[in-house]
């Protein structure tokens, strides 16, 4: 039982370029979230999805897409990505409403 | 939407004393508070929570109480540890579509052997 997984856990990128970022659970969770994380500001909700086919904006979804084509993987996309996107992502599932959120191990992007 | 204030940004204690950190939150229908530890490097792990029909709730070294009228969670850890060394976050969340956490801007929290 891996829990959350998180691909890749570095990632260097220049300004304008894309990438998708993977997390895949293994505890049958309907709910998936993709945070960030950048200093002094803990971590930001950028879009969620309640189960497969579905998702939602969070706080700072700008410049970010998801999809949840398989209720197992959750990915996140960036398409032209710009430096203030610098930051640890984290991807994290759940089973619903007022339960915890399990975290995967994070994915450091810099976009230079 | 929820706003979660945290203190203190950093706390150090000496091995043996207690610490403790506080959250305010914004939202009434707030209903559910974790609490969740992060080692460098890590992902963040949750270490407690409870649920706002709870006034408190304690897991051998590590308690959390809840005031609703006052809006405000706490965190105690008493007999601390150098292994208890990490970032702590506090969260809100309301019982809405998609279980929605707003964190807290974490706690930096040393425990000097």
């Known amino acids: 039982n891996a829990g959350v997984t998180q691909t890749p856990k570095f990632r260097v990128l220049k300004t304008g370029q894309s990438m998708t970022l993977l997390c895949a659970q293994d505890?049958?969770?309907?709910?998936m979230y993709w945070y960030r994380q950048d200093p002094g500001m803990g971590l930001r909700l950028i879009h969620y999805s309640v189960g497969e086919g579905t998702t939602a904006k969070g706080e700072v979804p700008d410049g970010y897409n998801v999809s949840r084509l398989k209720k197992q993987n959750f990915l996140l996309g960036l398409e032209s990505a710009a430096p203030s996107q610098t930051s640890v992502y984290f991807c994290?599932?759940?089973?619903?409403?007022?339960?915890?959120?399990?975290f995967g191990p994070g994915t450091r992007l810099t976009v230079t | 939407g929820e706003n979660v204030e945290q203190h203190p940004s950093t706390l150090s204690v000496q091995e043996g004393d207690s610490a403790v950190i506080k959250c305010t939150y914004s939202d009434s229908a707030s209903n559910y508070f974790p609490w969740y530890k992060q080692e460098l490097g890590k992902g963040p792990q949750l270490i407690i929570d409870i649920r706002s029909n709870v006034g408190e709730k304690k897991d051998q070294r590590i308690a959390v109480t809840l005031n609703k009228t006052a809006k405000h969670f706490s965190l105690h850890i008493t007999e601390t540890q150098p292994e208890d060394s990490a970032v702590y976050f506090c969260?809100?969340?309301?019982?809405?579509?998609?279980?929605?956490?707003?964190f807290g801007t974490g706690t930096s929290l040393t425990v000097i052997p």
């Open positions: 969260a809100a969340s309301t019982q809405n579509t998609g279980n929605q956490f707003y």
């Open positions: 505890m049958n969770h309907e709910y």
């Open positions: 994290a599932s759940g089973k619903g409403s007022s339960y915890e959120q399990y």
